[in-house]
């Protein structure tokens, strides 16, 4: 990474969808693998990950371990200023309750004292066990309120269960109230979807992790999480999983279908889905360094929306950030990008 | 649809996507529905168009039914000079083998006729099944040399079977000795997928057709149909289900796994997964009548690749027409979107 092409900006560059792992949770995860897990996607994502030889996987783990030196200096080699850290997918929403709740509070407070050692390079966002809705809103109150953290991640499905279940809203409900953003992060999809794109290796972050992803906020919407809690803020990576694209067709559909009666669990919703995603919604460009679909973007959900992120250490490449300096939009409008949208979101300054 | 607000165009409207239905075809789809069939995705949309009294399903069965007077009366309306029609989806590919492959060749023999007593206004995919890959090979030449239909219709997955699978590429083999093009349509999610989203009404147009047909689509593309058949044609719908949105991801994503020898069914391919969508693929604005979606798609998939398609009659709204005739983009550029495209892929001229 000498060399690097990225040069000084004008801008802070932060990056708002960077992963770490905590050594004692790559032990669980091990000891998950060992003794066998009810989860084909955890299988197919850490198995390989974990217990390749290749060279991707391997530099992955090495820098999803650190926290220090060598992810600085990676930062350095490629112009970001500060990354918001969260722990990776699926995190503790794998494990057991007990076990979960354990990993949230000990990675949380590992990830704060790593922001106390770097505080204008890091921030980061509370992990948290929905397996226990009560502990989870617990846990994200104390990463916020004790520890600093700015906004909670939550890594999709939790033993293939959607957060449109209102026995979860106590989490948006804490949320709301502390007024941070959820990161809702993809993971291996949940068993009832995963099988066919799993069959091709399609399970991954080539296709499946955006189709997990998208249904949940999709199920949130249509489930009236954003009118029971209108002030809650949740960001997708990757460009929005593609929601973006489908605003025009999703108003249109279910307008049709809420009108036909055709489900039972289909209501109306105070507005339509096109305007949760473009209020209560902010998408990141991790994994989509890409102008086309970057610009698409700012000019459909609006340019105060759109966050620069590389996922750090999944896409770690310095000419990804070049593409994005290089956006053809205003420098007042790449401040925001990379900038100024992620200051006020997280409420970094 | 009287004070139409569609006004008369330097170009001929040809609607690319456009649905029909043989009463026959009802009568099969109701036996099944009574005697109950393995299908959720089947049970979910004609459980509900068959058997709904609602509004919109009884005008659309009414529809779809017509290849006369109301379907030529509702064009008219709508500006539309020409439907390339074909059987709606799942088509044939719910029935068992024998009685499909009857109705791919009886629906084929009332499409040929429709089309006889209305050569200006309507053209047409051959219907075939699947189930038999050799006499759905045959089907389709008949189709094309004997009754002069256009190319192919695939509504996706067969009994939750995706085309990958080598002893279905007698079909693409005959497509591409042909020489015309197989539209991939969407249909109910397969087993495999519809689950999640069917608990919350999302297994229909709103979101899991997209999901299913982008997925058969890249398997398609992965498992090398584009490199075994080159010059085979593929149209997808809906924009081309957001694959045009992924391009960048599908490729970054792609070449990662492969490299990491992550998935025994990934093996190199002689192209990007986004040379096959530009190469390969061609995409409708079925479902789709959006500005800023088609014309992201104009630029990254080439002026030449993206058509003009309504949907009828899913989607019947004049105003839709209004939209696409008022694209910013040239007379000429135009003309393509809503012709001359379709007159070469189809061979209409």
Known sequence: MSGSPVGKAPYKRIATEEAF??????????????????????QSLWGFYLLS??????????????????????????????????LTAPGVQVLGTDAAKALSISANDELAEAIARHPARFAGLAAFAPQDPRHAAK???????????KGGILNSHVNDEYLDDPKFWTIFEAA?????????????????????????????????????????????????????????KLVLGHLGEALPFWLYRLDYMHRATVASNRYESMKPLRKKPSDYMRENVYVTTSGMAWEPAIKFCQDVMGLDRVLYAMDYPYEFVAQEVVTQDNLSISLEERTKFFQTNAEKLFKLT
Do not use: C
């Open 176 to 232: 709301e109230s502390l007024d941070v953003p959820i990161y809702l992060h993809p993971s291996g999809p949940s068993k009832g979807l995963i099988q066919p794109m799993l069959e091709k290796g399609l399970d991954g972050a080539i296709f499946g992790f955006g189709v997990d992803t998208a249904l949940h906020a999709l199920r949130l919407i249509v489930a009236g999480v954003f009118d029971r809690f209108p002030r809650l």
């Open 53 to 86: 030889k290749a060279e991707r996987p391997r530099q992955i783990i090495e820098r999803l371990l650190d926290l220090g030196d060598r992810r600085l200096s990676d930062m350095d080699a490629t112009g970001i200023d500060m990354q918001i850290l969260s």
């Open 139 to 149: 846990e994200l109150e104390r990463g916020v309120a004790k520890l600093g953290l």
């Open 21 to 42: 792992a905590t050594a004692e949770m790559f032990k669980l995860y091990r000891n998950l693998l060992e003794r066998g897990v009810d989860s084909p996607a955890f």
